[in-house]
């Protein structure tokens, strides 16, 4: 069974930039599109970005465009979520998972399969 591990979260300040990582064991990597999501207190899980299984497509949620950047490398089997300009609205627990992207900036998730995620946490 595929199994999700993301690390890379903190305590930061805004502005600042973190770099998670999603380690993909126990399933090839290429074969699925993969995002990043996240949670914040009281609110739903949303899509915060995704790319495809050879990395040719990405998408962002509107309000990470420009300052978020997704990449896959799928020889290592991990998938990263570089965060630049981080603002306090960031706040929340990261995770990775399978995707569908949909559209330009959609990113679904299909099969409710999560790791245990990560905290990123921006003072403002």
């Known amino acids: 069974q595929m199994q999700l591990v993301e690390s890379g979260g903190g305590l930061v300040q805004a502005g600042d930039s973190l770099r998670l990582s999603c380690a993909v064991v126990g399933h090839r990597n290429s074969d699925y599109a993969m995002g990043w999501f996240r949670q914040a207190p009281g609110k739903e899980r949303e899509g915060v970005s995704c790319i495809s299984p050879a990395g040719g497509q990405t998408n962002y949620a509107d309000s990470v465009k420009g300052r978020f950047t997704i990449s896959r490398d799928n020889a290592k089997n991990t998938v990263y979520l570089q965060m630049n300009s981080l603002r306090s609205e960031d706040t929340a627990v990261y995770f990775c998972?399978?995707?569908?992207?949909?559209?330009?900036?959609?990113?679904?998730?299909?099969?409710?399969?999560w790791g245990q995620g990560t905290q990123v946490t921006v003072s403002s």
């Open positions: 998972a399978v995707a569908v992207l949909r559209g330009s900036s959609e990113c679904l998730n299909p099969d409710n399969y």
